[in-house]
């Protein structure tokens, strides 16, 4: 006996499909931002620029050392004594978790899937920053792309009042469509084991009230990217 769930599915399957004299899908498209030097500094130099002009902040160092030694100065220039972060194999830095506890910084991996939700919220509530990586970086519009996965959560990203993310210049690549591109060519995997995936350009910013541009109200209200070379 066909049950109602597969007579629907049937006919979807005979129905004829849409636009049967539409081209097929050119192999190339012209792109949509302009990005004129495509050599890693080229796209460094664009995605810095781009970073500023969004009122986000841009430190570029050279090695491990350097990098966590930036990462510790920003998070003592906000009083960070609580600190959100990613799990540290996903931060492209050497030595850091260790170096931030040996500040006096309480590092809180938030995981809000388990039985002890109401009482991470307490905890995590009154953190001063957030600290992740990103899983790349866009030249042409000075955005992260991050992706949310075991070790990976949301929260720093979002809750406390500054976001700071530690990127590879590796990881910097001219446009979205390059990213795209390249997960298609890996299957996508990482695109469909993620629930999340967030676009950050910049400071969390609405002109809602009054036409007026108010950063931090949906987010953090200071952006800082750390660029290892």
């Not at 899908?25 to 004129?36: D, G, I, K, N, T």
């Not at 830095?93 to 991470?120: C, W």
């Not at 001219?174 to 676009?199: H, I, K, P, T």
Request: hydrophobic fraction near 40%; aromatic fraction near 6%; charge should be negative.
């Amino acid at each position: 006996m066909t049950s109602s769930r597969d007579k629907i599915l049937n006919k979807l399957r005979e129905a004829q499909k849409p636009f049967p004299d539409a081209p097929p899908r050119p192999q190339h498209y012209l792109p949509v931002a302009l990005v004129e030097d495509m050599s890693p500094e080229g796209l460094l130099k664009q995605f810095s620029r781009i970073v500023q002009e969004l009122h986000a902040e841009i430190f570029v160092v050279e090695g491990d050392e350097a990098a966590c030694d930036k990462v510790i100065e920003l998070l003592k220039s906000h009083n960070t004594t609580n600190l959100l972060a990613w799990d540290f194999k996903h931060i492209p830095v050497q030595y850091l978790e260790s170096a931030i506890k040996e500040n006096g910084i309480a590092i809180h991996y938030p995981e809000m899937h388990d039985e002890f939700r109401r009482e991470t919220i307490e905890t995590i509530q009154a953190a001063q920053a957030g600290l992740t990586g990103a899983d790349v970086a866009i030249a042409a519009t000075g955005t992260m792309v991050v992706s949310t996965g075991p070790g990976k959560g949301r929260l720093p990203t979002v809750l406390a009042p500054v976001h700071i993310a530690v990127i590879t210049l590796d990881q910097i690549v001219a446009r979205l469509e390059d990213w795209l591109a390249g997960q298609r060519a890996q299957g996508s995997d990482g695109l469909w084991n993620s629930a999340n995936v967030c676009f950050i350009s910049g400071p969390s910013k609405t002109a809602d009230i009054e036409m007026q541009l108010i950063y931090g109200v949906h987010g953090p209200g200071i952006v800082q990217v750390v660029v290892k070379k």
